[in-house]
């Protein structure tokens, strides 16, 4: 069975300081990987995805996780945090054995202090 | 806007009633996935149509109950409800054999 497991349910920056989201994962075959972000009263909106390939990957707003297959981590991060990129994330896996369906983890909400 | 269209926003009803909530998928995308986010079991996947049928169950309740239509709209069908059926429900809709799924902004469902 697949699990996501968020570490941190809260997690506080200072603006222009470097963004750290963990995520590590569980899964028997190789995953698809995502991250969500979600603002108050709205949708899910992808940041971005691990799929295959290249295992840095880069997604809107100046954020990037990496695949770790062998610490079965993709943790996203941002070099400075702005004031608009409070929300609260969502790591997410999901396998094409399983219709693609998404798994959530707990999700962490990202506190930007002036 | 990710494309995805819910309706309606919001809705308060009474324990022991009956709701459907729709969603539009994005245009052509076959697959409309349903999940339900609460405080205490956070995203919980509930359902997934793909062209009209049935392709996966979650943690869905007996008393719901999803469809999708041949335009590819989906109605999701909650009865007799109960308190601890207040959540936001979540619509996501993908294109056939790519796993990225946008999603809708929700329905807000109180039960009172």
């Known amino acids: 069975a697949q699990s996501v497991t968020q570490l941190g349910s809260h997690v506080s920056v200072s603006e222009g300081a470097l963004v750290l989201l963990r995520c590590n994962y569980s899964?028997?075959?190789?995953?698809?990987l995502f991250w969500y972000v979600q603002y108050p009263n709205q949708g899910l909106q992808l940041l971005l995805k691990y799929t295959t390939g290249a295992t840095l990957v880069k997604g809107i707003n100046g954020f990037e996780a990496e695949f770790k297959k062998s610490e079965t981590s993709f943790h996203l991060t941002k070099p400075s945090a702005h004031m608009s990129d409070a929300a609260e994330y969502f790591c997410a896996v999901s396998r094409m054995d399983s219709s693609y369906k998404l798994i959530f983890g707990s999700g962490t909400r990202l506190l930007v202090r002036p | 806007d990710s494309g995805v269209t819910q309706t309606p926003k919001h809705l308060i009803t009474a324990t022991g009633q009956r709701v459907t909530l729709r969603c539009s998928p994005r245009s052509g995308d076959l697959s409309v996935y349903w999940y339900q986010q609460s405080l205490d079991q956070g995203l919980q996947f509930l359902i997934q149509y793909y062209n009209g049928e049935e392709r996966a169950k979650g943690n869905i309740l007996e008393r719901f109950s999803a469809q999708q239509f041949p335009d590819l709209h989906s109605e999701l069908n909650l009865s007799s409800l109960e308190l601890g059926d207040s959540a936001l429900y979540f619509c996501?809709?993908?294109?056939?054999?790519?796993?990225?799924?946008?999603f809708g902004q929700g329905t807000r469902l109180t039960v009172v």
């Open positions: 996501a809709s993908s294109v056939s054999g790519v796993t990225e799924a946008f």
């Open positions: 899964s028997s075959v190789p995953p698809y």
